[in-house]
């Protein structure tokens, strides 16, 4: 007691703009604030390029996106296993590589024939694709789907057809309950992915026209008609590949979880460069003459073609989702 009063009594006798600063010198009160001696840490929210980038890059998918159309056996396959997945330098993916500074590394895992349950189950005794993705991926692509509904088969009863026969469009029920059976299988493909990269981009790719919009005449033993139900079939597939992957999105926009997964519609993409055009993004039927087999390349891009494909993944890396992200860097002042 004898403290405050002494201190209340040398508070009386000093000037009246100095009892501020004694009390808070002697009492601890009147104090000002202090000055914060930092500011906390600040979310900033990405950009689809930062999140793109941010981490690895990992490439996944069936022939279209392991560069079969360009896959020449005489040459060095690209990455481990590659020369039974007939993946080659060529394909989009490692042109989509080069052309991005990744804060990981690339990986590029698409393998020829590849179908949904190869994706989550592995073929020629490697790894499942799926596999290759991980907590530091920032960006997977993606094609599938073109197995699981048929097509290789499906093109070849198509040509080997006699020329009046129907064989060709007789298909059509048989491809449109695979079709229709893909579905659920794609969401355990994407669901797997997401799971291993929650915060990544997926960008899943469509399958380009085969022909032209309206075919005029008989390519490869494959008259108007034929061309016109493979067209049309090339679209069922696009739009249940794209249904899925935007049930995808508007759940993740939904639960503004991390992360996204992007349809690119490539079905016009090659439009004006199809098969049997002047310059055609996608080889015709090529034939082995010593074996008289027909080689894998056949209707798969050429090199333009997936330069083409590359232009896609590009433009889809700058534009995003159209929404804005929810990843978030913790940024310390």
Same mark, same amino acid.
């Given at each position: 007691m004898a403290v405050v009063a002494g201190a209340a009594l040398a508070l009386s006798v000093v000037?009246?703009?100095?009892?501020t600063m004694l009390g808070c010198a002697v009492l601890d009160v009147g104090c000002a604030p202090a000055e914060p001696r930092g500011r906390l840490p600040e979310l900033t929210r990405l950009t689809p390029v930062e999140v793109a980038l941010s981490g690895g890059y990992v490439a996944l998918g069936d022939s279209y996106s392991s560069g079969? $159309?360009?896959?020449?056996?005489? @040459?060095a396959p690209a990455g481990d296993g590659a020369a039974r997945c007939h993946r080659s330098d060529g394909s989009y993916a490692p042109q989509v590589a080069g052309a991005h500074a990744f804060?990981?590394?690339? $990986?590029?895992?698409?393998c020829? @024939?590849?179908?949904?349950?190869q994706l989550l189950r592995g073929q020629h005794g490697h790894a499942p694709q799926v596999s290759r993705v991980s907590a530091g991926t920032s960006l997977v692509t993606l094609s599938i789907g073109g197995n699981d509904a048929g097509f290789a088969p499906v093109l070849t009863e198509c040509i080997a057809k006699l020329p009046w026969s129907s064989a060709c469009v007789d298909q059509d029920a048989r491809v449109r309950q695979r079709?229709?059976?893909?579905?659920?299988?794609?969401r355990q493909v994407l669901a797997g992915i997401r799971a291993r990269a929650p915060e990544a981009r997926v960008i899943v790719l469509g399958y380009p026209r085969p022909f032209p919009a309206a075919p005029s005449k008989t390519v490869t033993n494959l008259s108007a008609a034929d061309q016109?139900?493979?067209n049309g079939v090339t679209r069922l597939l696009n739009d249940a590949v794209g249904a899925v992957a935007r049930e995808f999105e508007q759940l993740i926009t939904a639960f503004g979880a991390p992360g996204s997964v992007e349809y690119v519609d490539a079905y016009d993409a090659f439009d004006g460069h199809e098969v049997g055009q002047p310059r055609p993004y996608l080889n015709g039927l090529v034939v082995d003459l010593g074996e008289l087999t027909v080689n894998a390349?056949?209707?798969?891009?050429?090199?333009?073609?997936?330069?083409?494909f590359a232009e896609l993944v590009n433009e889809r890396i700058a534009a995003g989702p159209g929404r804005p992200m929810n990843n978030f860097r913790l940024a310390t002042p």
């Open positions: 000037p009246l703009g100095l009892h079969e $159309g360009v896959y020449d056996g005489a @040459g804060g990981g590394e690339a $990986g590029f895992w698409a020829s @024939g590849a179908t949904t349950g079709i229709d059976e893909l579905r659920p299988r794609l016109r139900w493979l390349r056949s209707f798969h891009p050429t090199a333009d073609g997936y330069r083409r």
